[in-house]
């Protein structure tokens, strides 16, 4: 069997403002804006390519930690790939992200640096070599 990826997802007490967030930092469309049958307000969004982000808020009774947008043991980050770093630092930083780390040159790879962006999550932005 051929295994993918099916999806992220991003819990936030404002769905919608993150899902925005998202829109404008990533060019991400939603998709789908619904309450689902366990309380939660769920946001389907899709980058570019159609891979699936999902956002949504906690569903009833659900208690919710907070977020981590340093480096951390379990699923730590996702990754999106730009063309100019010092650019897209500057935009998501207007935006409101905050840059953790970087730009960090990995020796015989890309151009790296990680943001903390809403409801701390955290973005690797990745430049190629090109």
Known sequence: MLYRVNHVHIKSKDPKETADWYVKAFNFKIISDNVRS???R???CADP????????????GESLGPGDANAHYGLE???VDVEDMEA???????LGAELKEGPIDVSGGPLIAF???????????????G
């Open 38 to 40: 366990f309380g939660d």
């Open 42 to 44: 769920f946001i389907g």
């Open 49 to 60: 390519t159609g891979f699936t982000v999902n956002i949504s808020g906690a569903r009833t």
């Open 77 to 79: 980050h996702f990754g």
């Open 88 to 94: 897209e630092i500057a935009r998501l930083t207007g």
């Open 115 to 129: 943001l903390n962006c809403p409801v701390d999550t955290r973005v690797e932005l990745i430049q190629p070599r």
